[in-house]
């Protein structure tokens, strides 16, 4: 068992694509608070706990096969000529949920979330410990993966100077979408969602794009675009500053100047806590139509009901990439309700038919 003691949350066979020596040992580290480049961390300690998974080691070996999966992908996409297939697109956009649901910032997420909540109400019972998170966030694996399997995919090939880099939180959602259009402003985005876009850098110069084919044109080509301008590799690499909980991972020994412009560039706008947590109390009521009204605390004012709503918080990145494109005539479903705006695929799963286009608006 002690061989197994030492679990990683973004695994080993991952990190080593971007490692900055040849025996695939090292990695260089860039940590945000300290504003400081390891230049040779040892890959083997980081992004690991003591038993992260589990004592037991039931998911530490459930996850074995797919990272050597995942390695054996890699290998094939970085040969020539390479073709991207469906079964493949399939398993990026699964590799992409599994990473993103089992990373410590994911399960500290909902430790803080849970203790958040725990302090609005006052109750303890809300409470969650790291472990519980993790085993409850990989739980959600096979629930959610079916919301994302609509999505198109595509490959980026980085021909440019500068690299991708990767976090210890690589596995990006975002919406530009969302963050663009000022009727989406009150809405959240989940896995569901119109303008969805799901980003992880595979290597330096590969990179994996998971998107609504309904919002967003990316032009490509058996799968594959090819990245020629820095500028689209620095919209890419906000993002992984934006996500990351401490650390950004890159191959290079010698780019702390380019960090810091990255870092300078979104140290204004990373937000504190990924998630707001808002308390309403019920307002008036009027032929059964009951409307609530946001409070700064639950002790603000006497009241007999309440809601508590967890809004996760998300910002726009100081530029998106120009090689993803609004798709002409592309659009979004909606019935106006607390639903928010969604994918065709979600809508037949809701199983209703009183959802309608909204035309997605470019300027």
């Known amino acids: 068992m002690a061989s197994n003691k030492n679990?990683?949350?973004?695994?080993?066979?991952?990190?080593?694509?971007?490692?900055?020596?040849?025996?695939?040992?090292?990695?260089?580290?860039?940590?945000?608070d300290r504003k400081k480049l390891v230049k040779t961390a040892p890959i083997k300690n980081q992004c690991s706990k003591n038993y992260f998974y589990g004592e037991d080691l039931i998911l530490e070996k459930a996850l074995q096969p797919i990272e050597g999966r995942f390695s054996a992908m890699i290998r094939n996409i970085e040969e020539p000529g390479y073709i991207l297939t469906k079964p493949n697109e399939l398993f990026l956009k699964q590799f992409w949920l599994l990473q993103y649901l089992r990373t410590e910032a994911a399960s500290r997420r909902s430790v803080e979330l849970s203790a958040?909540?725990?302090?609005?109400?006052?109750?303890?019972?809300?409470?969650?410990?790291?472990?519980?998170?993790?085993?409850?966030?990989?739980?959600?694996?096979?629930?959610?993966?079916?919301?994302?399997?609509?999505?198109?995919?595509?490959?980026?090939?980085?021909?440019?100077?500068?690299?991708?880099?990767?976090?210890?939180?690589?596995?990006?959602?975002?919406?530009?979408?969302?963050?663009?259009?000022?009727?989406?402003?009150?809405?959240?985005?989940?896995?569901?969602?119109?303008?969805?876009?799901?980003?992880?850098?595979?290597t330096p110069t590969l990179l994996m794009l998971a998107y609504d084919g309904d919002v967003y044109n990316v032009p490509n080509k058996n799968g594959w675009v090819k990245v020629k301008n820095t500028s689209d590799v620095d919209a890419f690499n906000y993002l992984q500053f934006l996500n990351c909980r401490a650390n950004i991972y890159t191959e290079s020994l010698d780019n702390l100047p380019y960090l810091e412009l990255i870092h300078n560039a979104i140290i204004a706008i990373k937000p504190s806590q990924r998630h707001k947590i808002n308390y309403a109390i019920l307002d008036k009521s009027d032929d059964g139509i009951k409307r609530f009204r946001v409070v700064d605390s639950p002790d603000t004012e006497e009241h007999e009901e309440a809601i508590i709503h967890c809004q996760p918080v998300y910002v726009a990145p100081p530029a998106w990439p120009r090689l993803i494109k609004w798709k002409l005539k592309g659009f979004v479903l909606t019935n106006e309700t607390g639903v928010g705006f969604i994918r065709a695929s979600r809508a037949e799963m809701l199983g209703t038919n009183d959802f309608y286009k909204l035309p997605v608006r470019k300027t």
Not at 131 to 142: I, L, N, P
């Open 7 to 32: 679990q990683h949350y973004v695994p080993q066979c991952y990190l080593k694509k971007f490692a900055s020596d040849e025996s695939k040992a090292a990695i260089s580290l860039y940590n945000l």
């Open 116 to 202: 958040g909540m725990g302090a609005v109400v006052g109750e303890v019972e809300f409470k969650m410990e790291l472990k519980e998170a993790v085993q409850q966030s990989m739980r959600m694996f096979d629930k959610t993966k079916h919301l994302i399997s609509d999505l198109k995919v595509c490959l980026f090939k980085n021909n440019t100077p500068t690299t991708f880099v990767t976090s210890d939180d690589p596995a990006v959602s975002t919406n530009w979408w969302h963050l663009f259009d000022k009727r989406a402003e009150l809405q959240s985005f989940g896995f569901g969602s119109a303008g969805s876009l799901f980003i992880l850098p595979l």
